[in-house]
């Protein structure tokens, strides 16, 4: 099994990547491969909205998402890690979330299954320095109603995000109890449920 964990902050070593890196080591406790990508450090261009995906299921923006497009179609799970920005993903992992529309087009306008009917599994960890949003709303609505569409989009049954409120400070997450061990048990749930759909061990 092999899995595609994302973190979507611009700071190396902040919170969210503390978070990912406790997910990762629960997948890897279970023995599940792991490719992790920092939207940072990637060489990709907005979507420029020309439509093309809509009639080929591929973009025609020669850059590192051509590498990213063939691993979300041949992994077993994404976890995307961010930061909330503003109610939502920051720049970067924006970015890569708009080349998504090529996944989109091929499920929503050409009706092209590009996973082949495979059962695969996305989980959306997010810190956050408030605790509440406008109208004292959940702080991460905007963040998982906007990964619920990619998720969607790349054909992912979601898991039960870990959402974690009140962390502004880098480093802040290592002084809550308990919450890296949610993010390690997070990975292993995740390895769990891809165990359980393939002829793979789950150890």
Not at 136 to 147: K, L, N
Request: proline fraction near 4%.
């Amino acid at each position: 099994m092999n899995v595609l964990a994302f973190t979507a902050s611009p700071r190396a070593g902040g919170n969210s990547d503390t978070v990912l890196d406790g997910i990762i080591a629960g997948l890897h406790r279970v023995g599940v491969s792991v490719a992790k990508i920092n939207t940072r450090e990637l060489a990709i261009e907005p979507c420029s909205g020309c439509g093309v995906c809509h009639e080929t299921c591929r973009c025609v923006i020669d850059d590192e998402f051509r590498a990213i497009y063939d691993q979300l179609i041949s992994c077993d799970g994404v976890v995307f890690a961010s930061p909330l920005y503003f109610m939502n993903v920051p720049a970067k992992g924006k970015i890569l979330i708009d080349r998504c529309q090529v996944f989109w087009a091929a499920r929503e306008i050409r009706g092209i299954d590009l996973f082949n009917g495979r059962k695969r599994f996305g989980l959306l960890a997010v810190c956050a320095a408030k605790r509440r949003g406008p109208g004292g709303e959940s702080v991460f609505r905007g963040i998982q109603d906007t990964m619920h569409y990619v998720f969607q989009s790349l054909g992912l049954e979601a898991l039960k995000p870990l959402l974690i409120p009140g962390v502004e400070e880098k480093g802040a997450i290592t002084s809550r109890t308990g919450l890296l061990e949610s993010a390690r048990n997070a990975g292993r749930d995740m390895a769990r449920r891809m165990a359980e759909c393939s002829e793979r061990p789950y150890h």
